[in-house]
């Protein structure tokens, strides 16, 4: 993962202020969900539009815009229950700048989760770290169409680089096997440091190389650079 900001063109300004209601109430969200907006969120702003008249490429049948939502919080940040539910009621991609309130006051961080065709929510949010508001902003990647585009402003947020030749679903599957190995390796972990039984322990420690192999196999594969991933050609 690379912590980066956008130097988002002038040309795709929008500035709408987007009253929270508009999604709890429209989309007939819980209790829980509309505490959570009312406790997290103190407003929202509709930033940027990216559409082939503010960036000045076409787009694709899945892709015909991308839209940049600032999201100011009322205290450490705003839960990807709340940013779902945002992207459930867009159509169009979103990427989101949560600016952080309290200890997190200054700062901000990019997320967003892929939405390959329709609207569809796939995967889990990608996030960057905190980073001072007054951070150095990046360029937009170089792309042909606002498809490519769009992977492209999301390839430096994988928790992996995605490797040579590997689509956006593929990188995201890769990077979920990754995350739920080594969620259980510290599980197989812990239990041989526990273990009092030999013969278990040894069953164990097999355990645990196998999924350190299977680790090193899904880490190891050669890697395109994120600043001219595959797909982006």
Do not use: C
């Amino acid at each position: 993962m690379t912590d980066v900001l956008y130097d988002w063109p002038a040309a795709a300004a929008f500035g709408r202020p987007v009253p929270k209601t508009k999604f709890y109430d429209n989309l007939k969200v819980s209790a829980a969900l509309k505490k959570a907006f009312v406790s997290e969120v103190a407003e929202i702003t509709w930033a940027y539009k990216l559409a082939p008249r503010t960036v000045n490429m076409p787009a694709t049948s899945a892709v015909a815009e991308i839209q940049v939502f600032s999201v100011a919080s009322k205290g450490g940040g705003v839960s990807d229950t709340v940013l779902a539910a945002i992207d459930k009621a867009v159509m169009s991609p979103i990427l989101f700048e949560i600016v952080g309130a309290g200890e997190f006051a200054d700062q901000l961080r990019m997320a967003a989760t892929y939405k390959p065709a329709l609207g569809a929510t796939k995967s889990a949010y990608l996030t960057t770290a905190w980073l001072p508001v007054a951070s150095r902003r990046m360029p937009l990647p170089v792309a042909l169409d606002l498809g490519r585009l769009y992977e492209a402003l999301l390839a430096p947020l994988l928790p992996l680089p995605a490797a040579t030749g590997e689509s956006m679903s593929e990188a995201l599957v890769r990077a979920d096997q990754v995350r739920r190995l080594e969620r259980d390796l510290g599980t197989l972990e812990r239990q041989l440091r526990n273990e009092p039984q030999f013969n278990r322990k040894v069953d164990l420690r097999r355990l645990v190389l196998e999924l350190k192999s299977q680790l090193d196999t899904l880490t190891s594969a050669p890697t395109t650079p994120t600043k001219d991933p595959s797909w982006t050609s």
